[in-house]
């Protein structure tokens, strides 16, 4: 049996928590809330998420609630919350997906483009294909090959609605 390699997310992580002080250095303290999510989610998250597609076999759950603790405390440091409460509403009403849905997104949209390019990539998606049915399956969504991106989307965030309404 061959030696999993762990994923190691902490330099990237710092390379997080630096990206994110230093945008609400720059916005201040009377901000608003929703630039503040806006500038996290596209400057901060893509520095963590980077790969993540790859990381099926080797992401613990470790490394899915360091991601998580991550991404939830930017919420309450961004709305002053409480650190003992959820962020999950906050990401709600903020259009944002809570880090582990993330994962199975781009794990999704990346399984799909694979499925549907048109060289050999499509062989590597169709041995993943077992995999690809059942995490979309998770989420309401058949025949990922042939759904769109928005589907994908859509289908990933009404499961995450479900779970806070």
């Not at 902490?10 to 303290?29: E, R, T, Y």
């Not at 076999?57 to 409460?85: D, H, M, Y």
């Not at 294909?129 to 309401?140: D, N, S």
Request: with cysteine.
């Amino acid at each position: 049996m061959a030696p999993t390699a762990e994923v190691d997310l902490s330099p990237s992580l710092g390379k997080f928590h630096w990206s994110f002080n230093n945008i609400l250095n720059v916005i201040g303290h009377n901000r608003d809330e929703i630039l503040a999510v806006h500038l996290t989610k596209t400057y901060c998250l893509p520095t963590v998420m980077y790969g993540c597609e790859a990381w099926a076999g080797c992401a613990t759950a470790f490394v899915i609630k360091s991601l998580s603790v991550a991404w939830n405390n930017t919420f309450r440091k961004i709305f002053n919350s409480c650190w003992r409460e959820s962020p999950r509403s906050l990401q709600f009403y903020c259009g944002c997906l809570p880090a582990f849905y993330l994962i199975d997104q781009r794990r999704l949209l990346f399984w799909k483009k694979m499925l549907t390019s048109n060289n050999k990539l499509r062989i590597l998606a169709r041995l993943c294909q077992l995999k690809t049915v059942a995490l979309a399956a998770k989420y309401g969504i058949f025949q990922i090959g042939s759904c769109s991106v928005r589907d994908v989307k859509c289908g990933i965030f009404s499961t995450f609605r479900n779970t806070v309404l």
